[in-house]
């Protein structure tokens, strides 16, 4: 099926541009409630991943050896935005596990957050790897090698023993053969995997409503990271970020996760209205991220009765100002769906 209109740039009355894509909703139960585009479209996941990946630094016992708070948990499933709190807590974590910056391998860049980017180029700062929105992710991954005692030199490499398990993870939870799911290297150098947005939505179902057939330790590393990152959305995206920004928008209620190129998965904790909670994948089809992908977010959750309609008003429909600040259009969603 081909994707399918769901946000509509305006400026005046009239359409300027279209971004198409597709998405698909379960419940917690994998029970497919509502889908636009195609929901088997094949996609890679980007850092829509990072709770899944964490799972086996939780599962090995290395979260445990090293003493990981609550919080730095979150940060191993963080796209965070650089700012002061988020280098902090990575550095923390390397060094708990007797491990630098250095260790890294995620590479370096300036921080998401625009004030501290301005604030470090200004004083001619140089960005290091801890400011890598990935580096709680990776920071994790060295743990978890340390660990086992694989090599960490080659800790981001997909023939290491922790990128095997965290593989095995991931096809664990989207319930397809490891061989299934095709590979690629992502934009911190670790491991990224391809699969039908259906499969990821079925990974956040999973997270969120761990089946009695999964391991004990593995339904508890699911709640520890759930827990953590309700808790600390500003870790996992930070000021001004969509996952920061719905998380708190709706608090207790939901975990959000994007992925660069326009991935997002969402899970809705289960609650009265959905006894077994939500799991949404969504792929804007150019991989827009800052104008389709907000917009289409809000807008479903509020469809979904998630949100309440007033909720996040200034980002769905976004307001599209011309360079001396006027109002000139809008971004809105447009969704063809069922009703629930």
Known sequence: MESQPLALAIRGETIESVHRGHLVVTDGANRVIQTIGDQDFVTFSRSSAKALQALPFITSGAADRFGMSEAEIAMACASHSGEKMHVKLA????????LTESDLKCGSHLPFNEAEAERMLRAGEPPTQLHNNCSGKH????????????DLATYDLLENPIQQEI??????????PAEDIKIGVDGCAAPNFAMPLSAMARCFANLINPPESFRVGAREACRRIVEGMIRYPELIGGTERLDTMLMRAAPGTLISKVGADGVWLCGVLPNERYPTGLAIALKIEDGDDRRARP???????????????ESLSDLSPMPIRNRRGDLVGRVEAEMDMRPI
Not at 295 to 309: I, M, T
């Open 139 to 150: 920071a994790a991954m060295l743990a978890y090698a340390r660990h086992i005692r694989a």
């Open 295 to 309: 917009v289409v977010a809000v807008e479903l959750l509020k469809r979904l009765g998630v949100f309440p309609k």
């Open 167 to 176: 593989l095995k993870t991931v096809a664990a939870f989207a319930e397809l």
């Open 91 to 98: 550095a923390q974590m390397l060094a708990k596990a007797g």
